[in-house]
């Protein structure tokens, strides 16, 4: 196994226990619930999940993966047949924004990129289809979804949009599909068109919260995670295409 060098080492480990430590039996995180979100299960913590599977992976410490399988396979007994996720949002589980859905669908991903299981593949791809299905023409993605994949926002969450498309280009990369590059390059590119590349220093090359910039999430805000999530999508867009 890696070794990383300490502190670093160290903090992973203490942070990896920690977190299969406080998982409830049945794979669920409720013992320290977030302060920026309504207190209830949260399917999206796949996302979490990854950062275990990573540490399982540098360490060999297969009790850390076995927690964040907990974690997801918990999770997917909150996914619909459609692939729409139930507890997925930060404050209404009835119409989850794409960024939540982002955070579920890329930890469901990484759960596949490590246990290779057909089970979990087919679960990511249930929940990519759901999106790509309200992926309009021009790349945009409307902010939120219900249940029936019904778009259930006028304006879009620029930070889903992203990481949404950053997993459609693994899931090319997973099955060749070009579909999902295509995908993946149409939401990135709609992003990139909202961004000012001039003008005032503290905003050019920001990432907006929404579109339009009084949508509901992160209103009138250029939020750190937003340009860190369309450098990510980018980066993977770069290197499908030089695939």
């Not at 997917?76 to 729409?84: A, K, S």
């Not at 909202?194 to 090359?205: E, P, R, Y």
């Not at 860190?228 to 993977?236: A, E, H, N, T, V």
Request: charge should be negative.
């Amino acid at each position: 196994s890696a070794q990383w060098p300490e502190p670093y080492g160290a903090a992973m480990r203490k942070a990896a226990d920690f977190l299969s430590a406080s998982l409830d039996d049945d794979g669920c995180w409720r013992s320290h619930p977030t302060p920026f979100a309504v207190h209830d299960d949260k399917a999206y913590e796949t996302h979490v999940a990854w950062g275990l599977y990573e540490a399982a992976r540098v360490t060999g410490r297969e009790d850390w993966a076995a927690a964040a399988t907990r974690q997801v396979d918990w999770a997917l007994t909150h996914q619909r047949e459609n692939g729409w996720m139930d507890q997925c949002c930060l404050s209404d589980k009835t119409q989850p924004l794409t960024h939540t859905l982002g955070y579920a669908l890329r930890g469901i991903v990484e759960a596949w990129h490590y246990t290779q299981e057909d089970r979990v593949l087919a679960a990511a791809l249930r929940l990519a289809e759901g999106l790509r299905g309200g992926l309009e023409s021009d790349g945009r993605l409307p902010g939120a979804f219900d249940a029936a994949w019904r778009p259930a926002a006028k304006w879009s969450c620029l930070t889903g949009s992203v990481q949404i498309a950053h997993s459609w280009f693994l899931l090319f990369k997973a099955t060749g599909d070009t579909a999902w590059q295509d995908a993946g390059q149409r939401a990135n590119a709609w992003v990139r068109r909202t961004i000012v590349m001039d003008g005032d220093a503290h905003v050019s090359g920001a990432v907006k919260g929404s579109y339009p910039v009084d949508g509901d999430y992160c209103r009138f805000e250029f939020p750190n995670w937003a340009a860190k999530f369309l450098i990510d999508s980018c980066q993977i867009e770069l290197d499908c295409a030089g695939s």
